[in-house]
Nanobody, 124 residues
C-alpha cells in the first residue's frame, strides 16, 4: 500500500508559478512511476504530466508542455510538479498518482494509488 500526500497548492495570479509536492510512503518508491492529474469543477479528470521510475522519461499534456516540469527525488520519496506561467484555465484540484512498474502512462486507469489532491487557483 502506498500513501500519497500532495502539498503546495494555493492562489496565484496569472503568469505566476507554484511548485506542487507529493510525498510517498512507499519503501520502494523508485519502483513506481508517478503522474499528476487535475480535475476542474464540472470537468473530467485529465492527465497533466508523468515520469518514469528513474526520472529519465517524462510526458506532458499538450496544454502544459513548456510551462510545467515534473521531477522526482527517489532518495526523499518525493515527486514534484513545477508550474510556471500559470493561466486561469489551470485552475483545478491537482492529484498525485503512483503506478507499479517503471513505465509512466498518461491514463488515470493505469495508476494504482492516488493522493487526496491540492487545490490550485489562478486568478486573471
Amino acid at each position: 500500500q502506498v500513501q500519497l500526500v500532495e502539498s503546495g497548492g494555493g492562489l496565484v495570479q496569472a503568469g505566476g508559478s507554484l511548485r506542487l509536492s507529493c510525498a510517498a510512503s512507499a519503501r520502494t518508491f523508485n519502483t513506481y512511476a508517478m503522474g499528476w492529474f487535475r480535475q476542474a469543477p464540472g470537468k473530467e479528470r485529465e492527465f497533466v504530466a508523468a515520469i518514469g521510475w528513474s526520472g529519465a522519461s517524462t510526458y506532458y499534456a499538450d496544454s502544459v508542455e513548456g510551462r510545467f516540469t515534473i521531477s522526482r527525488d527517489n532518495a526523499k520519496n518525493m515527486a514534484y510538479l513545477q508550474m510556471s506561467n500559470l493561466k486561469p484555465e489551470d485552475t483545478a484540484n491537482y492529484y498525485c498518482a503512483a503506478r507499479r512498474g517503471s513505465m509512466a502512462v498518461t491514463i488515470d486507469s493505469g495508476y494504482n494509488y492516488w493522493g487526496q489532491g491540492t487545490q490550485v487557483t489562478v486568478s486573471s
